[in-house]
């Protein structure tokens, strides 16, 4: 479900000041319909601007990059994409955007080598988040899909909302809470997740780690779960399933169910709680 934007020629350019070890720049988002956030080698944080411009800025420990963090604009896709410059000796870049309150559109994040983080409330229409090596940290996101991959590194969502693809390849999964539906993976790894409403299937799948889920206690749903080596436990308001050792778990859980959860690990244990109570807005 990854969301790819494809950039053509910019019609438009931006500089950066340019003053030793500290980059930045400020462009209007009036408009702006996707952003592509590219870097080959940084620690980029995500910060909140209080006006329609997105600011950039870039910290470098003193050293002067040329042609660091190149935007362009072409019709509504703006792009910050870095420049040419070797990685080799800038793996302590720390770049910082921006992002106006008011822009809930499509937001595109790729990093070679690095980390994301997020200080601020994103509420997008479309959020893709792609790093080779490194983790991602966000705070609270809400979009129709939320794609996010890292190769090797963890991910970790303090409160997540919409349709969701995370996927850790080698790196735990940990999502505190969230709403929605989607499919969670890691071959190398833990997944722990919060959830307080479900709108359709669930999917979580790991090679080596356990599965820690909590669901709400009035959820109904088709339980589907299995473990090469380890044990499986559904606690429900009304009883108390488990399987010991390895196997297939497979059954109805309350009245009609509609979704399914799937829970898959090749070692390691997969432990249900249907202990949230359902928000109040909910009630």
Known sequence: MAILITLGMAVQSFSLENTPGNHSTSIETRGVTSLIISYTTAHLTLLESDNDELILKAYTNGNTLENF?????EGSV???????????????VKIEVYIPRSYRQNCS???????????????????????????????????ENIYIKSSNGNIRIDHAEGNMWLDAISGSILVQSARGAG???????WITMGMEYVTGNLSFETGIGAIVLSLPETLSFNFDALTGSGNIRLDSPDQQYHRANSGPLKMPVGPEPVYTIRSRTGVGNITMHMN???????L
């Open 276 to 282: 949230i109570r359902p928000p109040e807005e909910m």
């Open 109 to 143: 994040i790729f990093i070679n080598t690095g980390t994301l983080t997020s200080e601020t409330e994103l509420t997008l229409k479309n959020l893709a988040v792609e790093l080779s090596s490194g983790s991602v940290t966000l705070g609270r996101v809400a979009a």
């Open 183 to 189: 499919t969670f993976r890691t071959s190398l790894g």
């Open 78 to 92: 703006l792009s910050i994409i870095d420049g040419q410059w070797t990685a080799s000796n800038q793996t302590n």
């Open 69 to 73: 963090g190149n935007i362009s604009l």
